[in-house]
């Protein structure tokens, strides 16, 4: 028996209907923790290089981590894994709610999925047992609906599902399946891959109990993190407003971009309209806090929206990466209309941050004149709420500019053939709504990771984008070590099933000793570093093996200030992304010019077999 | 001297808008001053950032008359 896990994989082939189960052997799981651990492991074994991210081959997983489904305060969270329509590499993204804990109780560490169903399915567990449903009368409903549905088909009234809606079933590179109503691994194009397999949803319910080699030591842990939380300031803010209490100060200070990163917050996003974006204004249509599983913060919210354009029964509070990229980097502050693109979003299953961003670029093309006839007559003006949601709305329905639009800036700019320099992504993923310019380490994680594009992969830029400064965050020299040790750091957090936010407001190692008390593993910093470094490299490798080197990677210009900002807090910043990024390949192990991972590096960590043999032959395995 | 604050973020609004400085003041000096009354927030204040007049500001930045300082407490990673 291995403690914090489940015991099982699961393995669903949708072209042939084979089902079959794996034992998690003890290696993986101490060597690779759990979610994109496991997955970067799997995908690389199952999948070959060159697989189309459409076709068969692409493997879509859906994985928990050691601390999912057990008491451990913030563990409640599974990871996505395939490979991206948008970057065509390696991508992982997580969610909380509470499917990721069914799925484990129903006896499954982890699901992935490949082939290509003929008809519209859906894969129904409960329990152990495992059957491919026919999901074409659930075809076309929107994620919301579906729910509702198959609670009364399964008659499971707990039963929980992560499914995509209508954008996803046509393949929108910026669709994502949804859990829980509201919850989502949102980005890299994961509700394309389902769509993609004629795989409409998860649906999941599950009674199990999972082990824990030691529960008297987890109550403990959990102790010490309320105590932490009663005298935490962030903790109270989150878990009063949520994570968009931060919405104005980040749009101010330079946190958040800006006018599609082009413009400055003092200047073009005045104090007061920034006030109406942030959730402490927004709350006052709040009806009832919400949590994820075992999430003693509770950052979540359901609101009734009574008044406005879009008045709404029910939706929820929208996160700070919403309403920053529906808000700050489209000009606009009106709230009613903030809300209505974060519960289209929701219910029919697309990223925020890319549909907000999207919407973002177009809005800035539409200004300079570069777009027009293409938006069917919408007048995209900045700011223009009313605008927003009528855009947003086609790219829901798949209508008109919103089936190009639907699959986010790159594309479009692509298909039109115009506004490409307007575009704001790394390696084609629409930027987080965390600023490079003022958290300059991001733009090594924007940039290099082997999933572009995120604010969650650790690094420096984590602890810079929370306004602290250990040191000068614009001297360039020297932080590898440091930046891999925080990334490191990350990767372990990440695939053990905690929560982001965790490390917010717990004091620090807490990770490590959730993951010793609950596996029996001696997991102190020394372990934690290797295999954070290990699972980073695995991921690493994964691309690699498609032929991507470092110099494949891009991050938008505005991003790292070049040309920089004339005027407010960042005026005259520019980032050095590229030795930010050459100090953290060199501390990795990595080779900037090929991307290979030395052989030293491989040997040291260990369980990299299949990345040793690949790129340097099977002799050295030996 | 009158300074005039702004608050944004983690810290509510219910603090003192305005603060009465010596002349030739910085900003540490203000943060100080705030800190000494509401030393509840003194890790927020601490690790705010600070902008004087909409320009970005350091805790040694000499503070006049009438400026305007926004304190802007940002988090990272929603």
Not at chain 1, 270 to 298: F, W
Not at chain 1, 452 to 480: A, C, F
Not at chain 1, 580 to 600: M, R, S
Not at chain 2, 18 to 24: C, D, F, I, K, T
Request: hydrophobic letters at 35%; charged letters at 25%; glycine letters at 12%.
């Amino acid at each position: 028996m291995l403690y914090g896990y489940a015991g099982k994989m699961l393995f669903i082939n949708l072209t042939n209907g084979e089902i079959k189960e794996e034992v998690l052997t003890k290696e993986l799981a101490e060597n690779f923790i759990g979610a994109y651990g496991f997955g970067a492991k799997v995908l690389y074994k199952m999948m070959p290089a060159g697989a189309d991210p459409l076709g068969p081959e692409n493997v879509v997983g859906f994985i928990t981590g050691p601390t999912t489904a057990t008491r451990a305060f913030f563990g409640g969270r599974y990871t996505t894994v395939h490979k991206s329509p948008v970057t065509g590499g390696w991508n992982d993204a997580n969610s909380g709610g509470y499917f990721g804990p069914e799925l484990k109780k129903a006896g499954y560490d982890a699901l992935f999925v490949n082939g290509i169903s003929e008809k519209p399915v859906y894969i129904y567990i409960n329990d152990g047992k495992v059957e491919i449903r026919n999901a074409s009368h659930i075809w076309g409903m929107d994620t919301k609906k579906v729910w509702e549905v198959l609670k009364e088909e399964t008659k499971e009234p707990k039963l929980r599902i992560s499914a995509i809606g209508p954008p996803g079933e046509r393949l929108s590179y910026i669709s994502c399946p949804i859990n829980d109503g509201h919850r989502a691994p949102g980005r890299g194009g994961g509700g394309a891959i389902m769509g993609s397999k004629n795989l409409k949803a998860i649906a999941v319910r599950g009674t199990g109990d999972i082990p824990v080699k030691d529960s008297e030591k987890v109550t403990e842990i959990n102790k010490i993190i309320s105590a932490a939380m009663k005298e935490s300031q962030t903790a109270y803010a989150f878990g009063t407003w949520g994570t968009g209490v931060g919405t104005p100060a980040s749009a101010l200070s330079g946190d958040s971009p800006v006018k599609n990163w082009g413009g400055v917050g003092v200047v073009d996003f005045e104090d007061e309209k920034a006030q109406k974006v942030g959730a402490i204004a927004i709350d006052r249509y709040k009806t009832k806090k919400y949590s994820c599983a075992n999430c003693p913060l509770g950052c979540g919210a359901e609101y009734k929206v009574e008044d406005g354009r879009w008045p709404l029964e029910q939706t929820e509070r929208p996160e700070y990466e919403t309403a920053a990229s529906f808000g700050s980097t489209c000009l606009c502050y009106e709230e009613d209309a903030l809300l209505m693109c974060n519960e289209m979003c929701n219910i029919y299953g697309f990223d925020t941050i890319s549909a907000g961003m999207t919407i973002a670029w177009a809005m800035e093309c539409y200004e300079e004149g570069v777009l027009k006839e293409e938006l069917d007559g919408i007048e995209l003006t900045w700011g223009n709420g009313a605008a927003m949601v009528e855009i947003l709305k086609k790219m829901c329905e798949g209508e008109g500019c919103g089936k190009i639009l639907a699959n986010g800036s790159k594309y479009a700019a692509k298909y039109w053939g115009k506004g490409e320099e307007y575009l704001q992504t790394a390696s084609g993923i629409e930027l987080p709504m965390h600023d490079p310019r003022f958290a300059p380490g991001l733009a090594r994680t924007y940039q290099f990771d082997p999933t572009p594009g995120r604010h969650v992969k650790g690094g420096i830029g984590s602890i810079q984008m929370g306004g602290n400064e250990l040191t000068d965050k614009y001297d360039y020299n020297g932080t590898g070590m440091f930046d891999l040790q925080l990334t490191a750091g990350t990767e372990v957090m990440n695939c053990s099933g905690l929560c982001y936010f965790h490390a917010l407001v717990s004091p620090p190692g807490i990770q490590n000793e959730f993951i010793s008390a609950i596996t029996g593993m001696e997991f102190g910093a020394e372990k934690a570093f290797e295999t954070g470094h290990r699972i980073y490299l695995m991921r690493h490798a994964f691309n690699v093996r498609e032929g991507l080197k470092p110099s494949d990677f891009d991050i938008a210009r505005r991003a790292v200030g070049k040309p920089p900002l004339t005027e407010g807090p960042l005026g005259g910043v520019t980032v050095d992304e590229e030795l930010l990024g050459k100090n953290f390949f060199e501390a990795a192990g990595i080779d900037y010019e090929t991307g290979k991972p030395n052989l030293e590096t491989l040997k040291r960590l260990g369980h990299l077999e299949e990345v040793v043999e690949d790129l340097y032959g099977a002799e050295e395995l030996a | 001297m009158v300074i005039k604050i702004k608050y944004f973020g983690l810290i509510a609004n219910n603090l003192i808008s305005e603060a009465v400085l010596p002349e030739g003041s910085d900003v540490t000096v203000l943060l100080n001053h705030l800190i000494k009354q509401y030393p509840n927030n003194k890790e927020m204040l601490n690790k705010a950032s600070i902008l004087v007049n909409k320009s970005k500001a350091t805790t040694s930045t000499i503070l006049n008359d009438k400026d305007e300082v926004m304190i802007l407490t940002v988090l990272g990673g929603g």
